[in-house]
Nanobody
């Protein structure tokens, strides 16, 4: 059974930091590209950042460039999202999945709330 377990969310003030983790099990992930997505209240889920597992090639949407960093731990099959200088508009539920996403891989997500 494939499982994505996201964690690390919370409530922070603007300017604060959080580190999200996504532990992947039940799947060989080294050959895939993995990504973090977020879903703001009342909005569709959108890509935030992606990382190609084999060569660490990373992509970020413009609004998080320079603030967020996506990394991985090969031994732990875990993907991270370090989020610095958080803004209220970063408030969302954050999910990890492959890129392109597989509908069978969505986990529960982790909530990030940034207050002004």
């Amino acid at each position: 059974e494939v499982q994505m377990v996201e964690s690390g969310g919370g409530m922070v003030q603007a300017g604060g930091s959080l580190r999200l983790s996504c532990a992947v099990s039940g799947l060989t992930i080294w050959y895939l590209t993995w990504a973090w997505y977020r879903q703001r209240p009342g909005k569709e889920r959108t890509l935030v950042a992606r990382l190609r597992w084999m060569d660490n090639d990373a992509f970020y949407i413009d609004s998080v460039k320079g603030r967020f960093t996506i990394t991985k731990d090969n031994a732990k099959n875990t993907i991270y999202l370090q989020m610095n200088s958080l803004k209220p508009e970063d408030t969302a539920t954050y999910f990890c999945n492959a890129d392109p996403p597989d509908d069978d891989y969505w986990g529960q997500g982790t909530q990030v709330t940034v207050s002004s």
